[in-house]
Structures are given as structure tokens and as C-alpha cells.
């Protein structure tokens, strides 16, 4: 049987293809790709010419199966997406369930992805990450769930677009205050690659006197709630001491 690639392909820069996943590109059955008019002015430009088929959201779960049995015949196969790492808020986790169902093997050509890029430069603890991807669209769903993320002690990721910067901004200054540190990581590895650190406050107020600044594909690091575990037992010890000398 045959294999089904899950190849990351660049962020911004062509020249951050690596040279596993050009040899894997160049000599697959076929691609699956997310946008086949963008992926192919990607192989294009990459000199790689290979059948490409249309793997989107609305036909994951309708095409799987004709891929499994591609598989199943000996076909070799890659799926990619836009830019980065497939399934990482991209299409492609329906595909790799059933192709791994079946018993068929998956592997992995590792790469670009942006959540990984941009915490990579941010200077902010990685030890320990959550990635939250998109927030929601919606305004009052965005805001519950940044609510149920105000207190999490671990390093938050998101991905934003140019259109909503500003208002998620503003929604996580107030859910979680002004002086929260945060860094903003806009169009990594292109032209106009910038990496601004700041309190959450700071970087709206950047973002919103500087048009340029809101342009592009944005990444927000920001620091995990400072973990007050430890200061909350001590005030229960503190408590506990005064009313046992209350009770003597
Ligand atoms: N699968 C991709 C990955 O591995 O990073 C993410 C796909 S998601 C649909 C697109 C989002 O990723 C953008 O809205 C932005 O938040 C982030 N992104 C992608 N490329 C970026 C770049 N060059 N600089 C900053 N953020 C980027």
C-alpha cells in the first residue's frame, strides 16, 4: 500500500521548503491541497509539476474514502495546505483519522508553522503552551471564551487575521487587563516581518496608530497568568491561624 504524506509547506518564504518535502512533492501520485489555484503557483514556482486534487473543509469527509482506496492500491500521496503545517487550523484531520482507520500509513515532513515560529522568537515561556488558534468570529462568544481563558497559567497562542486584530486586541485587554505581556509576530519570514513586545494596552495602541501595523498575518503570544496558587495558600494559612486564635 501506499503512503500518505502530510507535507508542511513555507509560511511566507519559499526558501523554507525543505528539501525532504520538494522530493516528496515532486514525485507523489498527487497532491491533496487545500486551494489548488494557490498550491499550484506555489509548485510553480518551485519548478514541481504534479496532478493536484481539492481537499477543503465542505469534501473532506466525502473524498477520504476515495483516497483510502488510492492508498490501498499503492498510490503515494501528499496533502498540504495554504501555508505551514496541515491540520493545524487547517483541513486535513478527517483525512489522516480514516487513512490511519484503514491500517495505511501516514508520515510526517515536518516544516513551517507559524503558532511555532512565532513562539519560537517571542521570548516569552515556552516550556509550556496552549494553542488556541482562531478566536471565534463573534463578539460574544470571543469574550467567554477569552473569560474561561483569563486565569491559565500556561502561554496562550492565537492566530489572527488582519480584519479582526483590533477588536480581539481590545477584547483581551479586558479580559485579561492592560499590563499582561503579549508579543504580536505579523508576517514571519516576509518582506514586512514584524515581532512587537509589549502589554497587551501597549500593542493595541501600537496597532491602532499604525495602519501598516494591521496588515497582514498575525500571531499573538501571550504570557500565561501569573500562577497564584502559592500566594492564595498562603493567605488560607494566614486565615486558618486567625480563627484558631479566635477559638482558643
Ligand atoms: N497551518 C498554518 C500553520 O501551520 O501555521 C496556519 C493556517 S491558518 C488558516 C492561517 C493563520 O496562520 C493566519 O491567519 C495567521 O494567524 C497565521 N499565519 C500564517 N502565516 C503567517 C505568517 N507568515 N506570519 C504570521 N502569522 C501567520
Redesign the pocket.
Known sequence: AGTLYVVATP??NLGDLGARAREVLSSVDAICAEDTRHTRQMLVALGIERPLLALHEHNEGEIAWKLVERLRAGDRLALV?D????L???PGYRLVREVRAAGLAVSPIPG????IA?LSVAGIPSDRFCFEGFLPAKASARRERLAALARETRTLVF???SHRIEESLADLVAAFGADREAVL??????LFETVLGDTLEGIAAKVAADDNQRKG???LVVRGCEDDTAARLLEGQRLYAKLAEHLK
Open positions: 509560511i511566507g495546505s501555508a505551514g503545517t496541515p493545524v487550523s487547517d513551517a508553522c507559524a503558532a512565532a492566530y489572527e487575521s509576530a505579523r508576517e514571519l519570514t516576509k498575518e498575525f500571531v
